[in-house]
């Protein structure tokens, strides 16, 4: 088997936030050594550019272009599965090799790359997002018609709407039987969601208790969708692994997330992404782009309390409501609100691996892990204008994107 080299470049130590010399030798999809003065049969010359893991997104919908829900309603449904394979397909092109699907794929989407049958990042799925009626989940209109613009249950994709505990306990059965990786709740309201609101509290305690002991049977862990308060308390309180969005944070939850390890995914995306598809193109309902204006600095401010009192967080950008392939402006807006940048590496490398139980395979360039790698211009430590300096993507030993043409030789 050939080894592949990747030589004379700084490599990025997302554990110890430095970079230094070295070369990465990987031999099929792994990572063999790293070092000085290392050989291999073939060479890809790095000299003047940083090394990085592959980047990690613990929060997109590949199955979503936009929120458009005129254009959605009036979309074939096989046609998203294509348009999916197109999402994958830039997400890993962009740098990001490992995704998390937070509602939309199906457990053929994840085979179809697992299988090399379409090109993307390694996947785990949510499928659904289990919501109460009326909830975050929940598509009826105003009109009284139940539309199914973000998430048409099909096979392999049940509904996902519960009332009550007996209901929610088949539900999650449900989930892990198409193959769920990890249980998605909506504990609050939405933005984009027609009927909710992002600061009302959603579901019961009895219906996330037997949530949390159906999961935790199945061995996967939950994440929720929590934008208020109460109901970002309400799922740190039950248990949850990780609070997307966490758009209202108080002391106090901020306070419950470190005693109790709750991860933050803070998607600062995705109100950006709201605000400018409304003002550019239109298609965005008024009561979405109102709520996203809304939540824009209250957002910035809950994310800031929560790095400031060592909260652990992870990257996540909503990629479907922000567009796929600019995933790393996430690391940008991080940066913005007071994240370091050496931190919003780790956010996307060491930490992202962390929260999907990963660390042993993915999120380091050391031996035996991963050869999943991205080479970017230039060695400074910075998020500013990341996907810019992307020159080269390796996705499990494979050169899947490279803008570079350096060979050290063939």
Same mark, same amino acid.
């Given at each position: 088997?050939?080894?592949?080299?990747?030589?004379?470049?700084?490599?990025?130590?997302?554990?110890?936030?430095?970079?230094?010399?070295?070369?990465?030798?990987?031999?099929?999809?792994?990572?063999?050594?790293?070092?000085?003065?290392?050989?291999?049969?073939?060479?890809?010359?790095?000299?003047?550019?940083?090394v990085?893991?592959?980047?990690?997104?613990?929060?997109?919908?590949?199955?979503?272009?936009?929120?458009?829900?005129?254009?959605?309603?009036?979309?074939?449904?096989?046609?998203?599965?294509?348009?999916?394979?197109?999402?994958?397909?830039?997400?890993? $092109?962009a740098?990001?090799?490992? =995704?998390?699907?937070? %509602?939309?794929?199906?457990? #053929?989407? !994840?085979? @179809? &790359?697992?299988? /090399?049958?379409?090109?993307?990042?390694?996947?785990?799925?949510?499928?659904?997002?289990?919501s109460?009626?009326?909830?975050?989940?929940?598509?009826?209109m105003?009109?009284?018609?139940?539309?199914?613009?973000?998430?048409?249950?099909?096979?392999?994709?049940?509904?996902t709407?519960?009332?009550?505990?007996?209901?929610?306990?088949?539900?999650?059965?449900?989930?892990?039987?198409?193959?769920?990786?990890?249980?998605?709740?909506?504990?609050?309201?939405?933005?984009?969601?027609?009927?909710?609101?992002?600061?009302?509290?959603?579901?019961?305690?009895?219906?996330?208790?037997?949530?949390?002991?159906?999961? $935790?049977?199945?061995?996967?862990? =939950?994440?929720?969708? %929590?934008?208020?308060?109460? #109901?970002? !308390?309400? @799922? &740190?309180?039950? /248990?949850?692994?990780?609070?997307?969005?966490?758009?209202?944070?108080?002391?106090?939850?901020?306070?419950?997330?470190?005693?109790?390890?709750?991860?933050?995914?803070?998607?600062?995306?995705?109100?950006?992404?709201?605000?400018?598809?409304?003002?550019?193109?239109?298609?965005?309902?008024?009561?979405?782009?109102?709520?996203?204006?809304?939540?824009?600095?209250?957002?910035?401010?809950?994310?800031?309390?929560?790095?400031?009192?060592?909260?652990?967080?992870?990257?996540?950008?909503?990629?479907?409501?922000?567009?796929?392939?600019?995933?790393?402006?996430?690391?940008?807006?991080?940066n913005?609100?007071?994240?370091?940048?050496?931190?919003?590496?780790r956010?996307?490398?060491?930490?992202?691996?962390?929260?999907?139980?990963?660390?042993?395979?993915?999120?380091?360039?050391?031996?035996?892990?991963?050869?999943?790698?991205?080479?970017?211009?230039?060695l400074?430590?910075?998020?500013?204008?990341?996907?810019?300096?992307?020159?080269?993507?390796?996705?499990?030993?494979?050169?899947?994107?490279?803008?570079s043409?350096?060979?050290?030789r063939?």
């Amino acid at each position: 088997m050939k080894r592949l080299l990747i030589c004379g470049g700084h490599i990025f130590d997302p554990v110890g936030g430095t970079a230094a010399s070295g070369d990465v030798v990987i031999e099929g999809d792994r990572v063999v050594d790293v070092g000085l003065n290392l050989d291999g049969d073939q060479a890809i010359d790095a000299s003047g550019r940083l090394v990085v893991p592959g980047f990690i997104d613990c929060h997109v919908h590949v199955m979503l272009d936009d929120v458009d829900t005129l254009r959605l309603i009036q979309t074939p449904f096989s046609l998203r599965f294509f348009q999916a394979a197109r999402n994958l397909e830039r997400t890993l $092109r962009a740098g990001v090799t490992t =995704v998390r699907d937070a %509602a939309g794929a199906d457990l #053929g989407v !994840k085979q @179809a &790359v697992s299988t /090399g049958l379409i090109d993307g990042p390694d996947m785990q799925i949510a499928i659904g997002m289990l919501s109460q009626t009326g909830g975050h989940g929940d598509e009826w209109m105003p009109s009284g018609e139940c539309i199914h613009g973000l998430w048409p249950p099909h096979p392999g994709h049940p509904s996902t709407v519960v009332d009550g505990a007996d209901e929610m306990r088949r539900k999650v059965r449900e989930l892990v039987r198409a193959g769920a990786d990890v249980i998605k709740v909506a504990t609050s309201g939405g933005v984009i969601s027609p009927r909710s609101d992002p600061r009302r509290a959603e579901l019961a305690e009895e219906e996330l208790a037997v949530m949390m002991a159906e999961a $935790r049977a199945a061995h996967v862990h =939950v994440m929720a969708h %929590a934008q208020g308060t109460t #109901g970002i !308390k309400n @799922a &740190v309180r039950a /248990g949850v692994r990780s609070i997307e969005h966490g758009v209202y944070l108080d002391d106090e939850a901020v306070e419950m997330m470190v005693h109790n390890g709750t991860w933050l995914v803070p998607t600062l995306s995705a109100p950006h992404a709201i605000l400018r598809q409304a003002d550019a193109a239109g298609g965005v309902l008024e009561t979405t782009r109102n709520k996203a204006a809304s939540v824009l600095e209250a957002h910035k401010a809950s994310v800031a309390l929560a790095y400031s009192a060592g909260v652990r967080i992870a990257m996540g950008t909503d990629a479907g409501i922000s567009r796929h392939g600019d995933n790393l402006l996430e690391l940008e807006l991080m940066n913005e609100v007071g994240v370091s940048p050496v931190d919003a590496l780790r956010a996307a490398s060491t930490s992202a691996a962390e929260l999907l139980d990963g660390g042993s395979d993915i999120g380091e360039l050391t031996p035996g892990k991963r050869a999943d790698l991205v080479i970017l211009d230039g060695l400074d430590l910075s998020v500013q204008e990341l996907a810019k300096r992307v020159r080269t993507v390796i996705h499990r030993g494979v050169v899947v994107q490279d803008a570079s043409g350096a060979v050290c030789r063939p």
